[in-house]
């Protein structure tokens, strides 16, 4: 009994430590979105924004978007780190904003994919009411 209470508090907090950010001056602003950084300008703000890469403009530049906007979005061949990152793939895109004339836009510096979007198949849904074909 006395080793259960210890693991039983591990299992407990492991997850508020892998919740665990930095808050203060210089703190990447995790949870932004396009709309709130084209409103706000802030040039040299480090954010993280999610959604997906749904075109490519050039070498570096492609169109990022979420459910709020899309906005232009600077990454280096590097930052891919030879993956493969297709328009239906959720990413974390992590940089700073920069302001070019009127453009805002992300200079990022780590890309990460959240969800492959690859379609899942579906299960059939047994009830009472359904047959088995067996």
């Not at 993956?83 to 904003?97: A, D, F, L, S």
């Amino acid at each position: 009994m006395n080793r259960t209470i210890p693991l039983s508090l591990m299992l407990i907090l492991a997850p508020a430590h892998a919740l665990a950010e930095f808050v203060g001056a210089g703190a990447v602003e995790a949870g932004t979105t396009v709309e709130k950084v084209i409103e706000e300008r802030g040039e040299d703000r480090d954010v993280s924004l999610t959604g997906f890469l749904v075109k490519q403009i050039d070498d570096e530049h492609y169109w990022f978007k979420d459910h709020t906007g899309d906005m232009k979005v600077e990454i280096d061949e590097a930052v891919f780190s030879g993956t493969e990152v297709t328009p239906e793939m959720k990413v974390r895109i992590t940089g700073e904003v920069e302001l070019d004339f009127e453009e805002v836009r992300i200079d990022v510096g780590s890309l990460q994919v959240i969800d492959e979007g690859l379609p899942t198949r579906q299960q059939p849904v047994l009830g009472r009411d359904r047959e088995l074909d067996i």
